[in-house]
């Protein structure tokens, strides 16, 4: 069974570093065509890509964060990181990670989300 | 970045229910389109892939359809267990553009 635990604080000050850290069980990400992305979702509003990264390595940023973001795995514990810089009260959301299938681009596989809260 | 746009961005319908969700793509990604389902609180449920194939579990009342720049998801009968918001996602670049989201709410 597939699952995800994405783990982090709950309120940090702006222009703070986050870290969140995602758990996972059920799949390795140096497994063969699998990735582990972070997406996030504002209060209220629709969600938003952020970063992945493959099972060979490979990472993936989005255009618009991508000087803020940095993904990295853990394979030996079966872990993956996101650090956002300079946060913003805009950065406020939910957080979550998702398992995803490097053929297809399918996310088949969401974490519970974890709530980021933004403010001094 | 692909533009993913939904309509409409809410809608009232009662138990046993057709409703039809479209989703339009600002250029064409074949069928590089994914359905999600989320209810209040809880993390989006992956539904569709590849624009009408349903995900394992998935109840057959559950139909999508598309090519191209536009796609359709319909609820043929809706269940009390389908009132949530639907997103569809666009897989056909790395940036996985997600639309808005449709309320479907309980008239």
């Known amino acids: 069974q597939v699952t995800l635990r994405e783990s982090g604080p709950a309120l940090v000050r702006p222009t703070q570093t986050l870290t969140l850290t995602c758990t996972f069980s059920g799949f390795s990400v140096s497994s063969s065509e699998i990735f582990v992305t972070w997406i996030r979702q504002p209060p209220g509003k629709t969600l938003e890509w952020l970063a992945r990264v493959d099972w060979d390595g490979d990472t993936y940023y989005s255009t618009s964060l991508r000087t803020r973001l940095t993904i990295s795995r853990d394979t030996s514990n079966n872990q993956v990181v996101l650090t956002m810089t300079n946060m913003d009260p805009a950065d406020t959301a939910t957080y979550y990670c998702?398992?995803?299938?490097?053929?297809?681009?399918?996310?088949?596989?969401w974490g519970q989300g974890t709530l980021v809260t933004v403010s001094s | 970045d692909i533009q993913m746009t939904q309509s409409p961005s809410s809608l009232s319908a009662s138990v046993g229910d057709r409703v039809t969700i479209t989703c339009r793509a600002s250029r064409s990604i074949s069928t590089y389109l994914n359905w999600h389902q989320q209810k209040s609180g809880k993390a989006p449920k992956f539904l569709i892939s590849?624009?009408?194939t349903l995900q394992s579990g998935v109840p057959s009342r559950f139909r999508g359809s598309g090519s191209g720049t536009d796609f359709t998801l319909t609820i043929s009968s809706l269940q009390p267990e389908d009132f949530a918001t639907y997103y569809c996602q666009q897989t056909y670049s790395t940036s996985y553009t997600f639309g808005q989201g449709t309320r479907l709410e309980m008239k």
């Open positions: 998702a398992r995803g299938i490097v053929t297809t681009n399918n996310l088949d596989s």
């Open positions: 590849a624009a009408s």
